[in-house]
Each structure stands twice: as C-alpha cells, then as structure tokens.
C-alpha cells in the first residue's frame, strides 16, 4: 500500500517558537494533502486541504496565519505552527491522496508545547 | 443533524465473537466510503474501501446500502487485536471532501 512519513514523530518546544512538520509521500504522487488535529479522545479535525502548487484551503476557524501550509511538490507538504502556544499542543496527522480517492495517513507528530 | 453518525459506543465483546458496526451519512450524492481503524495514539490505518454494495477481506465484510444511506462493518471471529476505534469515512460528491464519522471504540477482553 502507499506509505506516507511524517517528520519529526514527536517535538517539544518553547511557548513563542515556531514548529515545521514535513509530510511526504514515499511511494506515490500525491495531488491532495490534508492536515489534521486530534486532541485526546476525540475525532481527527481536519484544518486544511492543500493541493500541489496551490494555496491551501483552511477549514473555518483555523488560522491560515498560525498554521502555515505549504505543498511545494507533488510528495512534500509542510505545516509549520507559527508562535506556539500550550493550547496548539496535540497530535498533528496528515494524509494524501494520490490517483485514487483513498487517503493514506502519515504516523503523525506529537506536538507539546511547553 | 452530523453528516456521518457512527453506533456511539464502546462496545465490549468476548474474543471469537461476532461485532457489527452501523454508520450512517446524510449526503445521498456521497461516492465512496471507507472503514479505518485508529489505534490509542497512532494513526488511522485504512481497514477496507466501499464502494459498490459491498466488500469482503477475511474476518471483515463491508455493507454499503445507498437507498438507506448507511454501511456496515462486520468483525467475524473476533482477536484481542482488533481492540481499536473503528472509523467511517465518506467522500462526498468524488470530491476531496471526506467527513470523518465520530469512530465506535471496540474492546475486545479475553
């Protein structure tokens, strides 16, 4: 099956600082990107859809100045979490489409923000 | 009313038992469907796609009826290993729109 990686696997950060999450998809194109967030015990919300070379749709109520989404090239996509907070601590998911409508999920990045 | 409803929960069942989980969704222009499995802390893992009425692998059988808007998942014979939250997902209208049911927590005891 199509295998998606996700770096780093978990960070711990300083309140201010800002955090890079790469997604890349090892064995396959990926046309759509999508990020998520869980926080313990709930469902995967989903933040923003990007699409390779364009800007990334946000899902309303997320910042698209504070989650900064970037889908350079068809096996590569950035979410980098601008000015941390606490409360921006959780698990961040992201997951590709590639010539099929089938998502596959990356192992996702524990984020704790100090 | 959510757009994909999912049986709330948990379910508890002796191992070798048989587990059926039902999903419904409210957009009839839905095209696929998928049953993912998410384990404590790690990412959902795609269990099996739906897309015409239905769908075999193994111990796990898929259901989709399109006329009553919902799909199933039968757990035959079921492993302390299949202890997971069970998710549904649609995709609407063949898009990149895909809506995350709230997931059923199966636990499977000894």
């Known amino acids: 099956g199509a295998v998606v990686s996700q770096h780093p696997s978990w960070v711990i950060c300083k309140s201010g600082t800002s955090v890079k999450i790469e997604c890349r998809s090892l064995?396959?194109?990926?046309?759509?990107m999508f990020w998520y967030r869980q926080f313990p015990k709930q469902s995967l919300m989903l933040m923003a859809t990007s699409n390779e070379g364009s800007k990334a749709t946000y899902e309303q109520g997320v910042e698209k100045d504070k989650f900064l989404i970037n889908h350079a090239s068809l096996t590569l996509s950035t979410l980098t979490v601008t000015s941390a907070h606490p409360e921006d601590s959780s698990f961040y998911i992201c997951?590709?489409?590639?010539?099929?409508?089938?998502?596959?999920f990356g192992p996702g990045t524990r984020l704790t923000v100090l | 009313r959510k757009e994909v409803e999912q049986d709330p929960g948990p379910f508890n069942v002796p191992e070798g038992a048989t587990v059926a989980f039902n999903c419904t969704y409210s957009n009839s222009a839905s095209q696929s469907f998928f049953w993912y499995r998410q384990d404590c802390r790690k990412e959902p893992k795609l269990l099996m796609s739906?897309?015409?009425s239905g769908n075999e692998d193994g111990r796990f059988t898929a259901q989709l009826n399109r006329a009553s808007q919902y799909i199933s998942l039968l757990i035959r014979d079921s492993k302390l290993s299949d202890s997971a939250t069970y998710l549904c997902?649609?995709?609407?209208?063949?898009?990149?729109?895909?809506?995350f049911g709230p997931g059923t927590r199966l636990s499977v005891l000894p």
């Open positions: 064995d396959f194109q990926a046309t759509t």
């Open positions: 997951s590709a489409t590639g010539t099929s409508d089938t998502q596959y």
């Open positions: 739906v897309y015409s």
């Open positions: 997902v649609v995709n609407e209208s063949g898009g990149q729109n895909f809506v």
